[in-house]
């Protein structure tokens, strides 16, 4: 017998660990859902009273009112965390149903574009051969995506960016390039783990909570496509989502 090959009372004990992790997975996950949701609406009321206090501001000292925008922003924050991590559960329990729409893809590329504040110096084009592309896709959802993935390379570099859509057979890419810091291959496999950040500072400046890319795999997932990334170290990161087209090649 070879080394590789397991007896079967090893095979056993490997998938009843394999199930107890899945259970310890899911449990944790629920466990993260029910502390968000408990959390979600004292904080929500809380910030709603601390709005109404900013309307009539005009009694505070400057200093009072900058305390409360800087409690404002820190809630905020802490509320659209809550929110993601409810998101990330739901989909996770597959509680949200994705539709297949047929859509096309350069129109809904610029949309989401042009929702983007233009930062200065900060291009970012659409590269394509065919401006007609077809996918078959949730509209909402592949918005959100690529939100998560275009609002990640702003972020973690500081060129121009490329969005490239390409067709193949009966499957569409739609790739989001940029020449920033790139991801470690050690690092690779980790970043669609929620939570998971590169910088493990967790610097307010250049990151968020580390579930954005957790959130689109599993959304690229549900709309049954793939979610690759190819990236070097100090070159650059392309994020590629392969979906099905909605015309058939044949
Ligand atoms: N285009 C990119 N270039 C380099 N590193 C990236 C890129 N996209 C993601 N990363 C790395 O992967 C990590 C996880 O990304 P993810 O979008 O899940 O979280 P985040 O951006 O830190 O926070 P948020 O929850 O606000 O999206 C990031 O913290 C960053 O280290
Ligand atoms: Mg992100």
């Known amino acids: 017998m070879s080394d590789f090959t397991l007896t079967s009372s090893e095979e056993i004990s490997v998938k009843k660990t394999m199930v107890s992790l899945t259970e310890v997975q899911a449990r944790q996950r629920q466990l993260i859902a029910n502390f968000s949701h408990e959390l979600r609406t004292p904080l929500t009321l809380a910030y709603g009273y601390m709005q109404s206090i900013h309307r009539r501001s005009e009694n505070l000292t400057d200093f009072q009112k900058n305390a409360l925008e800087l409690?404002?922003?820190?809630?905020?924050?802490?509320?659209?965390l809550l929110q993601e991590s409810l998101e990330l559960a739901r989909l996770d329990?597959?509680?949200?149903?994705?539709?297949?729409?047929?859509?096309?893809?350069?129109?809904?590329?610029?949309?989401?574009?042009?929702?983007?504040?233009?930062?200065?110096?900060?291009?970012?084009?659409?590269e394509?051969?065919?401006?007609?592309?077809?996918?078959?896709?949730?509209?909402?959802?592949?918005?959100?995506?690529?939100?998560k993935l275009i609002d990640n390379a702003l972020r973690y570099s500081d060129t121009a960016i490329k969005i490239?859509?390409?067709?193949?057979?009966?499957?569409?890419?739609?790739?989001?390039?940029?020449?920033?810091?790139?991801?470690?291959?050690?690092?690779?496999?980790?970043?669609?783990?929620p939570f998971y950040r590169v910088d493990r500072?967790?610097?307010?400046?250049?990151?968020?909570?580390?579930?954005?890319?957790a959130i689109a795999k599993v959304l690229v997932d549900g709309m049954g496509g793939t979610l690759n990334i190819y990236s070097q170290l100090g070159e650059g990161s392309i994020f590629q989502i392969i979906l099905k087209s909605s015309v058939s090649s044949t």
């Not at 394509?128 to 939100?147: H, Y």
């Open 93 to 126: 329990s597959h509680k949200i149903c994705l539709r297949r729409e047929s859509l096309l893809l350069h129109s809904l590329v610029s949309e989401v574009i042009s929702i983007f504040p233009k930062v200065k110096d900060r291009e970012i084009v659409i």
């Open 164 to 193: 490239v859509l390409e067709k193949s057979g009966d499957y569409v890419s739609i790739s989001i390039c940029d020449w920033g810091c790139g991801v470690s291959l050690q690092d690779q496999p980790n970043i669609f783990t």
């Open 71 to 80: 409690a404002m922003c820190e809630m905020q924050h802490t509320i659209q």
């Open 128 to 147: 394509t051969e065919e401006s007609n592309i077809l996918v078959l896709a949730d509209a909402d959802r592949l918005k959100q995506v690529l939100l």
């Open 201 to 213: 500072s967790r610097s307010r400046v250049t990151g968020g909570a580390g579930l954005g890319l």
